[in-house]
T-cell receptor
Framework: GDSVTQMEGPVTLSEEAFLTINCTYT??????LFWYVQYPGEGLQLLLKATKADDKGSNKGFEATYRKETTSFHLEKGSVQVSDSAVYFC??????????FGTGTRLQVFP | EAQVTQNPRYLITVTGKKLTVTCSQN?????MSWYRQDPGLGLRQIYY???????DKGDVPEGYKVSRKEKRNFPLILESPSPNQTSLYFC???????????????FGPGTRLTVL
């Protein structure tokens, strides 16, 4: 069945460091791919998405490219801030609107 | 403000005492869903609904019930809660489009349930 695998955390970085959180997927058909972010004590909110191969999603300095050949959707940011500290979830969207989530990666950014 | 609301936000109860977690959305979305979030497991879908009076099981439906009598509301019912249902629960909604995989889901703030 469809699944998402993302790197385990926590990821600990200093402010202004480069961030990569790896995400790979297994799916039949043509899924959409999402990154959701969960700030402490809050629900999930969409960070970015890509709906077809080679699409790049971007928002708030974060980027991810839908790579069909490597079945990946890695999240990157060139310079992280303390305010980026959160849990990041990679997710796959199916044609029944179901979201299949990875296990989440906690990012901690220190000044 | 467009939002998904859940109540209560925190609940501590005892085994076997029936409870309901309410979920409401004001975006006129067709699709609503319940997830539970557990450490190391991410979010797993419990039940979903594509429209009023249409509900279906997700990946972990055992021990839960739902109903969709109105478009905006999608309560989650635990008839006889057990300690293994201690978790963080999220309700979500989206403007479902048949055959599409790209719809963003909007999440509520979560309900932290502890069953003793």
């Amino acid at each position: 069945g469809d699944s998402v695998t993302q790197m385990e955390g926590p990821v600990t970085l200093s402010e202004e460091a480069f961030l990569t959180i790896n995400c790979t997927y297994t799916a039949t058909g043509y899924p959409s791919l999402f990154w959701y972010v969960q700030y402490p004590g809050e629900g999930l909110q969409l960070l970015l998405k890509a709906t077809k191969a080679d699409d790049k999603g971007s928002n708030k300095g974060f980027e991810a490219t839908y790579r069909k050949e490597t079945t990946s959707f890695h999240l990157e940011k060139g310079s992280v801030q303390v305010s980026d500290s959160a849990v990041y979830f990679c997710a796959l969207g199916t044609d029944t609107d179901k979201l299949i989530f990875g296990t989440g990666t906690r990012l901690q950014v220190f000044p | 403000e467009a939002q998904v609301t859940q109540n209560p936000r925190y609940l501590i109860t005892v085994t076997g005492k029936k409870l309901t977690v309410t979920c409401s959305q004001n975006m006129n979305h067709e699709y609503m869903s319940w997830y539970r979030q557990d450490p190391g497991l991410g979010l797993r879908q419990i039940y979903y609904s594509m429209n009023v009076e249409v509900t279906d099981k997700g990946d972990v439906p055992e021990g839960y019930k739902v109903s969709r009598k109105e478009k905006r509301n999608f309560p989650l019912i635990l008839e006889s809660p057990s300690p293994n249902q201690t978790s963080l629960y999220f309700c979500a909604s989206s403007p479902w489009t048949s055959g599409a995989s790209y719809n963003e889901q909007f999440f509520g703030p979560g309900t932290r349930l502890t069953v003793l």
